[in-house]
C-alpha cells in the first residue's frame, strides 16, 4: 500500500510540474488526429503463440486534450481467429473490437512538455470496449459479445518538420471481461496479446502548428516596469479627481450667482442690444454643459416676461481650427440653444433666430470666453 501511495505521490508531483507550465489556449477543435494502424495477435495462454497469429487492421480517432492526457476511439477488425474455440463463420472479417481509451504521455508527463513533441515519445493507452465474433458456437452466446479491456504501451516517434505525423509501435493486451458467463474479471485465459504498427496525423491548430504550443510570458522587467507606470497613472487619476472636485464647486458657485443674477441689457452697438448672460461652450463642442442651462433659464424668463420680445441667437467659435469648421461649430451652437429654448423651456420658435458668426476673438479678451453664444433682443 505504501509503495503505491509513493508512486501515486511521484505522478501528481509530476502532473503538476506539466500544469504549471503555460499553454496557448486550445479549442474545442484543435489536437485531433486520425490514424490507421495494423498488426498481430495471438491467444495468451494454452496455445502456440506463433502457429496462431491472427492479422488485423484499425481506425483510431483522437484528441489530446493536455500534452499529458488524451482520449480516443478505436476499432479493431480480425481477419482470423486461431486458438479461439468459437468456430468462424465463412466471412473475411472474423470478429471486431470496439473500444474507448484513454491515453497518457509518459514522457511530457515525467518530462515535462518543451513545447514541441520529442522525437521518440512513450505513451500509455487503456479502456474498456466491446468485441463480437462472428461465430456459429451455439454454446455461449456471451463468446459472441463481450465486455472487452485493452490496455497497451505506444512507442511513438514523430516525424516531419511540424511533427505532425506519428509512427508507433504498440504492444498490448487486450481481456475479455465477461466471456465465464456475468462474471467481469481480468483473466490471462481470456486475453489475447498483440502488436500493432500504426500512423496517426495530427490535423492543423488554430495556433497554427499541429501541437500544444506555449505561452510566450513576459520577464518579470517587464512586468514591474508595466505596475510602476500603472500607480503613476493612477497617481494622476486621484490628482484629476481632487481638479474635478475643485471645477465641479466653481461651477456650483457660478450657477448659484447667475440664477440670482436678473438680465442686463447693454449696447453692443448703438441699434443692438445684447441680454446677458451668455452660454460658454468647451471646445471644439456644441453640446450645452449642464452647468449653461442657468443661463438660457434666464433668457427664458426673460421672454415670458416681455411677450413681445424676440431674441436674435449668435454662435461663436474660438480662432483654433479651420473657418470653415469654426463657421459650421458656431451655427451648430447657436441652433442648440434654440433647440432648448423651445423644447426645454417651451418659448416659441417665431420668436427666435438664429446666426453663426464664425471665429472671433473680439468679443472677451479670455480666448475661451469667445466659445459662446450671445442673445440679442432686437425688439429694443
Known amino acids: 500500500m505504501k509503495k503505491q501511495l509513493l508512486v501515486l505521490a511521484v505522478a501528481t508531483m509530476a502532473a503538476q510540474t506539466m500544469t504549471a507550465q503555460t ?44 500534452p499529458v492526457f488524451g482520449v480516443a476511439a478505436e476499432g479493431e477488425a480480425y481477419f482470423n481467429n486461431r486458438g479461439s474455440e468459437a468456430r468462424p463463420l465463412g466471412t473475411f472479417v472474423k470478429g471486431i473490437n470496439v473500444s474507448l481509451l484513454g491515453t497518457t504521455n509518459f ?4 518530462g515535462g512538455y518543451t513545447g514541441q513533441p520529442r522525437v521518440f515519445e512513450v505513451v500509455g493507452v487503456y479502456g474498456i470496449g466491446w468485441g463480437h465474433a462472428f461465430s456459429t458456437a451455439s454454446n455461449t452466446p456471451q463468446r459472441q459479445n463481450v465486455m472487452t479491456s485493452k490496455l497497451g504501451l505506444d512507442l511513438t516517434f514523430n516525424i516531419g518538420e511540424a511533427r505532425a505525423w506519428q509512427i508507433y509501435v504498440e504492444p498490448n493486451i487486450t481481456y475479455g471481461m465477461n466471456v465465464d458467463g ?11 496479446l498483440g502488436v500493432l504498427v500504426g500512423v496517426n496525423y495530427k490535423l492543423g491548430n488554430s495556433n497554427g502548428t499541429h501541437n500544444f504550443a506555449l505561452a510566450e510570458l513576459r520577464d518579470q522587467g517587464e512586468i514591474d516596469a508595466l505596475n510602476d507606470r500603472i500607480n503613476e497613472l493612477r497617481g494622476d487619476v486621484e490628482s484629476r479627481d481632487v481638479e474635478i472636485a475643485a471645477a465641479a464647486r466653481t461651477i456650483g458657485d457660478l450657477e448659484t450667482r447667475l440664477r440670482n443674477q436678473k438680465p442686463v441689457i447693454v449696447n453692443e452697438t448703438k441699434t443692438t442690444n445684447v441680454l446677458q448672460p451668455s452660454v460658454i461652450f468647451r471646445q471644439g463642442k456644441s453640446t450645452i454643459d449642464a452647468a449653461q442651462y442657468a443661463s438660457i433659464s434666464m433668457i427664458a424668463t426673460y421672454m415670458k416676461n416681455h411677450k413681445d420680445a424676440k431674441i436674435l441667437i449668435k454662435g461663436y467659435a474660438s480662432p483654433e481650427g479651420s473657418m470653415e469648421l469654426n463657421q459650421r461649430l458656431s ?7 434654440k433647440n432648448a429654448l423651445v423644447k426645454r423651456y417651451g418659448i416659441p420658435a417665431s420668436r427666435l433666430t438664429t446666426q453663426g458668426m464664425g471665429a472671433t476673438d473680439k468679443m472677451f479678451d479670455e480666448v475661451d470666453f469667445n466659445r459662446v453664444v450671445v442673445f440679442i433682443d432686437t425688439t429694443k
Do not use: C, Q
Request: charged share 15%; no cysteine.
Open 107 to 110: 514522457s511530457n508527463l515525467f
Open 23 to 66: 499553454l496557448t489556449e486550445s479549442k474545442l477543435t484543435d489536437n485531433w488526429y486520425i490514424g490507421i494502424n495494423g498488426g498481430m495477435n495471438a491467444k495468451t495462454t494454452h496455445t502456440s503463440l506463433f502457429k496462431n497469429l491472427n492479422p488485423s487492421a484499425g481506425l483510431r480517432i483522437g484528441r489530446n486534450i493536455t
Open 182 to 192: 456475468d462474471k467481469t474479471h481480468f483473466n490471462s485465459n481470456n486475453s489475447a
Open 331 to 337: 451655427e451648430a451652437r447657436a441652433t442648440a440653444v
